[in-house]
């Protein structure tokens, strides 16, 4: 019997109402393990090329992993898995929570979902039972109601309901899917691709114990971890203060994204920072599966606005996004466009930067009243971004344009709005600055999915002036030594290809990036044990590593398949512009490096140079021959 | 005197927000740290700027500029104790 897994992938066509189950074997589960990797070979085996994402034929995969529901801290969350309504490239999205492991519990590894319903449905998954649901009073009701309604349906408090929003429903190009209302598959738009299904949510339940083949070494790791996560500098700030501990810090050094990028100092950081956070507005902080950091925050206010703690709280890239890239100095206002987008189903990373744009577009005079809906679309003007949140929620005017995501905006705009669009593929960066963090930013460029932050460590985490600790735990890798954050070089370049196919991995296996990336509290070591613990498998580094590549490496066939070449790995304008004032101005990112650098990766990657296609031999290596 | 800022959640372990230090010539920025906590007399914060594993868990800034411990410091300079500027 198999260890881990359940050995069943539900399908479920839409259309035609077919409910199937596919059985593979241990050689699939242990190549492809979960998450993106294995919705990945789903959509190269089972879709064809230049589907369009909001097609029927479309394929959306949920996907946990080998280990996933683990009952240790980091092994709570899943994948969603499908072409990105966004970018047209290929759309992962992960989140952590207590579906994921819910998924696992209620009988199946992973669901594939095709077609269309001809009504809106939701699916409801219960210890290996699978229907198919009305959800005709559910459409175009928010993701609170959605949950409370199907919970109270089902007669069961304890079924994690993971949906979308009306957002999703009217086809946002970055509508997000909401599980327990606060934990987000949020980048790329997948929540837009379930709503062209007319798939409004699915439910699940399940009290299967997970078969482990050694469940006292999975125990004795988890309690070391909660024992001991407090010694890691970054895992004891996560839990007092969440992710948006860093804000402060980001804004000394003049790195935090600020006004659509143009600068990295904002004046109003401190009333946005998770310090002023914690003095008024939070409530508590609240976790995911078997984990004891907390690192989530739930907020309440009344004043100036009313704050809803049933949405959860806003994190740093929330803060930032909706904060000091809108200018916006607020923290209840900030709070309440958090709550709107998990009401809505929304990215907060994409509108944030999305409204920024529109904000620079507004005044630069691109745009004006006569576009903004009579809103005074300036930076700082908080309840502007509120009201613009609502626009693109209900797709009224503006609201509609901004729907489609800063690149399609700034099509529609014209006049070289295009230069003030900070996104990479389409999707919207991340509120780190390249610049300054140079690898972070060549993951931008590279990365499949586009603008996405969490590629590789970030380079404040082995440069000259990081903790010793960091370092240490990044030997393993045969990474032993520090670099330059700013920019990128030989050294730098060697990193990120070790260490794309680290948090490839992490993926793979849906794990925690807080818990698991180089410098956190679990150690490399640890992971290989807890996760040989759990199959049975006498797995290694390498094996995983090896794991991360294949997933960086059919994300790569599936793009090239779609169209996209070594063109479209590249930086937005404002990157290659000097950064304005504060602490790090006149940072800047070289275009001539970055070409130099893409040529290098390539070869490193054993790419074909020109396109950046897997050359045969890579996908031989890498056991997908089938995709050669 | 150097004015040591402890930021983010090491303000809530130290107590307060900062402290001013007495330094003599030739401390370096780890020097003064070391003091400031003696003077703080917190372990936790301890534990969480000098860990167990070794060298320094924070991230430093000096006059607002990243540094490392080993820098010399001056009279009326201001060290800023953060938590290391990671992914969020």
Known sequence: MPYGYNGKILKVNLSTKEIEVDEHDEYFYRTYMGGATLGAYYLLTEMKPKTDAFDPEALLVFAASVVTGAPAPGFSRYSVISKSPLTGAIGDSQSGGFWGAEL????????????????????????????????????GETTGYTQTTIRKELGDDNIRVLSIGPAGERLVRFACIISDCKHVNGRGGLGAVMGSKNLKAIAARGHAEMEMKDRGTVLKWAKWFSNNYRDN?????LQDLGTAEILMGMNLDGQLPTRNFQTGFFDGAEAISAEAMRATILKKGEGCYACPVKCKRVVKAKSPYQVDPFYGGPEYETLASLGSNCGVSDIVAVAKGNELCNKYGLDTISIGATIAFAMECYEKKIIDKKDTNGLELSFGNAAAMLETIELIAQRKGIGDILAEGSKRAAEKFGKEADKLAVHAKGLELGMHDGRIKGMVGFGYAVSPVGGDHVVVE?????????????????KPLGLLKRCQTSGMDYQKIRMFCYLQFHFSFIDSLCLCVFAFAPVRAYKMSHLVEIASAVTGWELSLWEMMKLGERRVNMFRVFNNREGFTSADDWLPERLFEPIKDGPRQGAVYSRQELKQMLQLYYELMNWENQMGVPTKAKLIELDLAWLA | MVNVKFMGSLSIVAGTKGIEVAAVSGDTIGTVIEKAIVLLNKAELRRRVFP?????GVTIMLNNRSCGANEKVQDKDEICVLPPMSGG
């Open chain 1, 104 to 139: 696992k519990f209620s009988g199946y590894d992973a669901i594939v979902v095709k077609g269309k319903a001809d009504e809106p449905v939701y699916l409801w998954l219960n210890d290996g039972n699978v229907e198919i649901r009305s959800a005709a009073h559910l459409w």
């Open chain 1, 233 to 237: 500098p970054v895992n004891a700030g």
């Open chain 1, 458 to 474: 970030h380079d404040t985490d082995f440069d000259f002036n990081a903790p010793e600790i960091f370092i240490e735990q990044m």
């Open chain 2, 52 to 56: 167990k594993s070794g060298g320094s």
